[in-house]
């Protein structure tokens, strides 16, 4: 009987805390599983130039199909995961190489302008081989480096700023592209977007958002006059309306990302997209 009581209790008392370590020990098992057995896909969301409205960029995003459904998990769930285990280093290196591969099927399929975006976590830099990484990717593929841009948050910077400044400084004089993702959410010292060396500032999508009702437009704004005076480009995430692409457009911003022009896809579906995307440009221009 006693037992009984004891095994109850601890059911109903088990710790928030400790159900969560559970549920993340069964989840980056898997995780590291799925991943082995190469069942991740790495997506594609396109970057578009506002004036000419020509795709100019990708961005890699990663998928995990559901282990237990049709569905996929979000990354915003399992990146996080994957940066706790250690496992980042090794997706990462894969999303790097698929990206690269992807990138080079397109240059010689005749999209010789594109470039691709991947997002790059802290344990990456951390991570002794990972500028030697990048520039061996590149190479293997024979891509011109600034053909390929790594997106970190301001929050990595901000974690170990100088393992990240040197790291990318390393890159960015062996030609490759940085930007900065999610900008205006990280409270970032405003000292460190002089001395990290950035080509972007990709202005994050709440304040893409609020440029719709007019009121709050003034932080995408303030962002876009920043990078300008940096001497950046700029470009928009989560555009989903018409209104917000035309707004930040008129306030100085080049590019927009977002479910107005195309949400992430596999990489069949973007060949498709692209060429339709090109002969529709076309078709208006002439
Ligand atoms: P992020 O780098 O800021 O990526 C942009 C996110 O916004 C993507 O979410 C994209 O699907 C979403 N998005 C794009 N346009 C719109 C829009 O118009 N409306 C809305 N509501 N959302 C839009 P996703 O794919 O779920 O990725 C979430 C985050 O996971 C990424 O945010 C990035 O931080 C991380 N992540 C994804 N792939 C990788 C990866 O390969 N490596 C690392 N380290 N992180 C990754
Ligand atoms: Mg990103
Ligand atoms: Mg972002
Ligand atoms: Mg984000």
New binding site residues.
Partial sequence: RAKKNITTNFEFYLPEMEEKTAWRLSMIRQLRSDFAERKLE??Y?PQIDLVSERVVGL?????WPDPEGQGYI???VF?PLA?YSGL?IE??AW?LEEACRRLKELKQSGHEQIRMA????MP?FRDQQFVGLVKQTLDEHQLPPDSLEL?I?ESVVMDEPQIVIESLRSLKAHGVSIAI??FGTGFSSMSYLQKLPLDRL?VD?SFVNEVEPGQNAFIAETIVTLSNKLGLHTIA????KREQASYMLKLGCDEA????YA??MPFEQLVAFLQKHESELKAENS
């Fill in positions: 790495l997506w969301q961005e890699a995003l990663l998928r979000s990354p915003a990146v940066e980042i997706i990462g999303v991947v997002n790059i976590s990456q997106e948050t993702d999610d990709k999508r995430e989560g555009v989903e990302q977002g479910y107005l949400r992430p």
